[in-house]
């Protein structure tokens, strides 16, 4: 399945192993191409509460570098309009913009982006069961 992933679900796989990082290799994943900028600000953070070796945490942090497919801005930017429009979080809008984009869902555990009709939601939970 094509998906759009949201960065809360990259940072909960690296921070332990779990269904979560399982699931990851499962699809093909989406994001926008400032995701890993995100990454490697909080990276220490991340790495502090992390249940890996060090060695680990690097090793899956480039397997996810390797196996998400960046969507530069530009590629994007003809559908952040309506992505605004139906996007209930302003901070997801180039998420939303990018499943416009792809036509596909978005992995995100936030309840709240399931307030709209447009975009397919998926939680890990949710695509676990599938």
Known sequence: MELVIDANIL????????R???LLF???LYAPEYIFTEFKKYKDEVREKTHRS???FNLVFDLFER???LVPKEEINLFL??????CPDPKDVPYFALCLKQNCAFWTNDKKLKKQDIIKI????ELDDL
């Open 20 to 22: 979560t990082s399982e």
């Open 81 to 86: 309009d309506k992505a605004e429009k139906i």
């Open 122 to 125: 998926y939680s890990t939970e």
């Open 54 to 56: 060090e060695e680990d």
């Open 67 to 69: 196996n998400v497919i």
């Open 26 to 28: 499962k699809h093909t």
């Open 11 to 18: 940072f909960a796989a690296l921070i332990k192993n779990s």
